[in-house]
């Protein structure tokens, strides 16, 4: 795995008592450093902050804002905004993620099923709750389905498809980050070799790391995205209960 | 569990995940997207305000200048007034000039006629007197001497001739 080949946050792993060894690892510490980043950047925009925007960090925390309602809006409604601060934290903590990867001496947290597992656990946890919050005890026929005299076969089919949804987040995320990082390392390694042949080392992964940009960005929408989407199902009535 | 340690997963490391993940969604939601979607809402209710306070100053704008081009036309119109009333008053005023000019001009023809003809009866007076005062004159010297028909009719041409030399003085003066 990943962890082999060693990142900064290796030389803190002795200091740690005996009790964390199974627990914290490099992954569990580089997404703290990644959640303490975060803080800091985002706790820096919304300092300050005053209603003609004068600072560059202000603009940039009303843009993060912005987007993410907009995003909420469109794809869960009008009253989407209210469920932002979840996706937006969710979106920047993935995006800030997939990013340390190509960090030299750091690791991509999400490419550790440790942590797409915990996030994709979370957030259909989350949309459940959402669920119940916006519905209460109707969003249970959510899993009966139509018709309802079918519900014996229906409930477990629903319940296969919630959990499946885990599954489908973390893999994907991990699958996606787990391969560029190691085609970074493969791209390294091989710039590393070339200095055999051009006797100077060759950036050979500069390419992948702007691809890696690319990917992370795209791997944190589509996370943030389907969690909508999840959100979406989960508060919006169905057609035949809004009737009712 | 033999699943999961096929796959890597620790449970341990899982649970401190998920636990992180919350934590920093309560500190953000709490330091950073509550403040600024809060500081959103206050802006767009400020501009809502600003926005109607806008179109209400426009409206007390537009009602002002109705009021001042009311205002404007009340005063045109009684620039007009005021001119018209003018223009009278000059006419009737160059009016009266005109007519006090006549009645001084035909005041002072009547007063030059009055002179003329006292000044024409003065003239006539004198000479009437002069006329007596000759014939006096020639009775008095016709009585004092006996006159022959030559000598008369020498007298009667003298006198003629000095009524017309002072006819003709009159005439002169």
């Known amino acids: 795995m990943l962890e082999e080949h060693g990142t900064w946050l290796n030389a803190l792993l002795p200091l ?5 060894h199974g627990v914290v690892n490099v992954n569990v510490m580089t997404g703290w450093l990644a959640a303490a980043v975060l803080l800091v950047l985002m706790w820096r925009c919304a300092r ?14 009303e843009f993060v804002w912005e987007s993410m309602t907009g995003l909420c809006k469109e794809i869960i409604g009008p009253g989407g905004a209210r469920f932002a601060p979840f996706l937006g934290t969710l979106f920047l903590y993935i995006l800030l993620m997939n990013l340390f990867g190509i960090i030299p001496g750091f690791l991509s947290p999400t490419a550790s099923l440790n942590m797409t597992a915990a996030l994709a656990l979370t957030t259909i946890i989350v949309v459940q709750y959402f669920g119940f919050r916006e519905r209460g005890i109707r969003y249970l026929l959510h899993f009966v389905g139509e018709p309802r005299w079918l519900f014996i076969i229906n409930i477990p089919i629903h319940v296969i498809g919630e959990l499946s949804r885990i599954l489908s987040l973390s893999f994907r995320l991990f699958g996606n980050i787990f391969g560029e990082d190691m085609v970074l390392a493969k791209f390294i390694a091989l710039g590393a070799v070339s200095i055999g042949i051009f006797v100077i080392p060759v950036p050979l992964q500069l390419p992948m790391v702007l691809f890696h940009i690319l990917v992370s960005l795209i791997q944190a ?24 | 569990m033999g699943i999961l340690d096929q796959l890597g997963i620790e449970p341990g490391a899982l649970l401190v995940n998920i636990v ?13 997207f509550g403040p600024i979607s809060n500081l959103l809402s206050a802006r767009a209710q400020k501009v809502a305000e600003d926005v109607q306070q806008a179109a209400d100053a426009r409206q007390e704008a537009d009602a002002h200048l109705a009021s001042i081009q009311e205002r404007r036309e009340e005063l045109l119109a009684e620039v007009d007034t005021e001119a018209d ?10 009016q009266r000039l005109l007519e006090e000019a006549r009645a001084r001009a ?15 009866e003065r003239a006539i007076q004198e000479l009437r007197a002069d ?18 028909t030559e000598r008369h009719q020498a007298l009667v041409d003298k006198f003629i001739e000095d009524v017309e030399k002072m006819a003709a003085e009159e005439g002169q003066t």
């Open chain 1, 16 to 20: 740690l008592p005996e009790w964390a």
């Open chain 1, 48 to 61: 300050n902050l005053q209603l003609i925007p004068r600072s560059g960090w202000q603009t940039a925390g």
């Open chain 1, 221 to 244: 929408a589509v996370f943030t995205m389907l969690a909508a989407v999840y959100i979406a199902g989960a508060v919006e009535a169905p057609a035949e209960e809004s009737r009712r």
């Open chain 2, 20 to 32: 992180g993940f919350i934590l920093l969604f309560l500190l953000l939601r709490k330091f950073a």
């Open chain 2, 85 to 94: 009333q003018a223009r009278k008053r000059a006419q009737h005023e160059v």
């Open chain 2, 106 to 120: 035909r005041e002072r023809e009547l007063h030059a006629e009055k002179n003329i003809a006292a000044q024409t």
């Open chain 2, 131 to 148: 006329v007596t005062g000759l014939a006096v004159g020639f009775s008095e010297r016709l009585l004092a001497q006996s006159l022959d």
